[in-house]
């Protein structure tokens, strides 16, 4: 199957990516938003091809994520509208964008967003996410926490960025992600190449998830795979990611500085914890459900205009 999908969220590409299908990725002189072409800092296979949009042929199907990539497929194509986010605004009332359309699918990321979104009578779907196994695997020798998150002084609470700096009293707080320069009180790694990324987080003693109003950090679940302890707010769908005994979530951000400081205190008991999200994780986001669940999805959407 030829798929029509642009370059947006790295990592949930990354996944998406690993099927078995021919992807056809927009690509421009100037590779900006509308244009990106290939990662750079993600591992994508060769089954993803960089080409000019106007030059794109054969499509079985396009892979949308925002609504000004609509105009831009080509007609008589399916089309699959992926919906990363939270709603924003006049929560619990939001109505989508593309709310009320018969001419396409949104599939939610999780079922919080399927919820929360009023999608008024356009077909709805949820394909939870999946991640590649990562290589490397949690140690957890440096006693400092972890977080990841991009453009967090921009998104500000939203991405709880106001928090870092309480955590910093139990021990050093590093932040991993795009656009996290600017940050004081924490140390920074700006855009990390995903694997050096990965190693790095599996050498602390714990993850911290402070995100306000986000869908679900795909970087929370990347954690949990490695068998990193996580400790995060309980908000949006990281109740249902992470169990009781996978990790702590609260929305008492005292309980959470008090579990950070234990988790330093006794390694053993975080080494526990994360063994556990590990397994949880692996079983719900595992790549391999994903990607069947795409298939048949894709399957479903596009069986109807061969």
Same mark, same amino acid.
Not at 92 to 109: E, S
């Given at each position: 199957?030829?798929?029509? *999908?642009?370059?947006?969220?790295?990592?949930?590409?990354?996944? @998406?990516?690993?099927? %078995?299908?021919?992807?056809?990725?927009?690509?421009? /002189?100037?590779?900006?938003?509308?244009?990106?072409?290939? =990662?750079?800092?993600?591992?994508?296979?060769?089954? +993803?091809?960089?080409?000019?949009?106007?030059?794109?042929?054969?499509?079985?199907?396009?892979? =949308?994520? !925002?609504?000004?990539?609509?105009?831009?497929?080509?007609?008589?194509?399916?089309? *699959?509208?992926?919906?990363?986010?939270?709603? %924003?605004?006049?929560?619990?009332?939001?109505?989508?964008?593309?709310?009320?359309?018969?001419?396409?699918?949104?599939?939610?990321?999780? /079922?919080?967003?399927?919820? @929360?979104?009023?999608?008024?009578?356009?077909?709805?779907?949820?394909?939870?996410?999946?991640?590649?196994?990562?290589? =490397?695997?949690?140690?957890?020798?440096?006693?400092?926490?972890? *977080?990841?998150?991009?453009?967090?002084?921009?998104?500000? !609470?939203?991405?709880?960025?106001?928090?870092?700096?309480?955590?910093?009293?139990?021990?050093? +707080?590093?932040? @991993?992600?795009?656009?996290?320069?600017?940050?004081?009180?924490?140390?920074?790694?700006? /855009?990390?190449?995903?694997?050096?990324?990965?190693?790095?987080?599996?050498?602390?003693?714990?993850?911290?998830?402070?995100?306000?109003?986000?869908?679900?950090?795909?970087?929370?679940?990347?954690?949990?795979?490695?068998?990193?302890?996580?400790?995060?707010?309980?908000?949006?769908?990281?109740?249902?990611?992470?169990?009781?005994?996978?990790?702590?979530?609260?929305?008492?951000?005292?309980?959470?500085?008090?579990?950070?400081?234990?988790?330093?205190?006794?390694?053993?008991?975080?080494?526990?914890?994360?063994? !556990? =999200? !590990?397994?949880?994780?692996?079983?719900?986001?595992?790549?391999?459900? @994903?990607?069947?669940?795409?298939?048949?999805?894709?399957?479903?959407?596009?069986?109807?205009?061969?």
């Amino acid at each position: 199957m030829n798929i029509l *999908i642009w370059h947006v969220h790295g990592s949930w590409t990354t996944s @998406f990516v690993q099927g %078995k299908h021919r992807y056809l990725v927009p690509v421009n /002189d100037s590779r900006d938003e509308w244009g990106r072409g290939r =990662a750079r800092t993600f591992d994508w296979p060769s089954s +993803v091809e960089e080409t000019r949009l106007d030059l794109i042929g054969d499509v079985d199907v396009a892979i =949308a994520q !925002r609504p000004g990539e609509l105009d831009l497929i080509p007609p008589h194509v399916p089309v *699959i509208y992926v919906e990363h986010n939270t709603p %924003k605004g006049d929560v619990p009332n939001t109505r989508h964008p593309l709310a009320d359309r018969d001419d396409v699918l949104i599939v939610h990321v999780t /079922d919080f967003n399927d919820l @929360f979104w009023d999608c008024g009578d356009t077909r709805t779907a949820v394909v939870e996410h999946g991640v590649p196994e990562p290589a =490397a695997r949690w140690t957890g020798e440096q006693e400092r926490l972890a *977080i990841v998150t991009n453009e967090p002084v921009r998104r500000g !609470r939203v991405t709880g960025t106001d928090l870092f700096g309480r955590f910093t009293g139990v021990a050093p +707080v590093d932040v @991993f992600g795009m656009g996290v320069t600017g940050l004081a009180g924490v140390t920074v790694h700006d /855009d990390p190449p995903q694997h050096e990324m990965h190693r790095e987080l599996a050498r602390r003693r714990a993850y911290l998830h402070l995100c306000r109003w986000t869908s679900l950090g795909l970087s929370l679940i990347e954690a949990m795979r490695m068998g990193m302890p996580v400790l995060g707010l309980a908000t949006t769908e990281a109740v249902a990611a992470v169990p009781p005994g996978a990790g702590i979530l609260s929305t008492r951000v005292d309980t959470l500085i008090e579990a950070a400081q234990w988790l330093i205190d006794e390694p053993d008991e975080a080494a526990r914890l994360g063994e !556990r =999200a !590990r397994q949880v994780s692996a079983v719900r986001y595992g790549l391999d459900r @994903f990607l069947a669940d795409w298939d048949r999805l894709l399957e479903e959407e596009t069986c109807g205009s061969r």
